[in-house]
């Protein structure tokens, strides 16, 4: 008899766990309380422009931990490789519509929050990207 399937399947990684992702959903955590935050409705000279972009950065921030759990996941290198060119734009995307939202309405907390999150998360991505292209 002739064994077809000679592969190791590699080792399951609970995702919840991966450091990344969990910044990732804070990043959304946080992008859902920048909507919720009444200050920026107020002080905002724009309100549609505002809420545009901040539709925009909930929906950025809602793919970034499935993009990453589909990275860690997939035994594809291509895919792994075209997930983290996804998130590396999501990324620049975010700090874009962070400084956009600092020029229409005034900083606050939140803002200030999100965009030091990202900076770090930016940061922890670059050697995550590193290590995940390396496993092939």
Known sequence: MIKLNTQVSPTP??????TLYKKAMH?????R???ENKLLIEFSGHPLQRFKIIEEVILLSIRLPYTIALAQTTPSYNTKLRTSNTILKSIESLKTHCTELKTLCLSNKDLSSMDNELHSFSTMFQKW?????QQN
Do not use: Q
């Not at 990684?13 to 991966?18: E, F, L, T």
């Not at 990043?27 to 992008?31: F, W």
């Not at 990207?129 to 292209?133: A, G, W």
């Open 33 to 35: 309380k920048l909507n």
């Open 13 to 18: 990684v609970d995702i919840k766990y991966v």
């Open 27 to 31: 990043i959304y955590a946080l992008s």
């Open 129 to 133: 990207r590193l290590i995940l292209t």
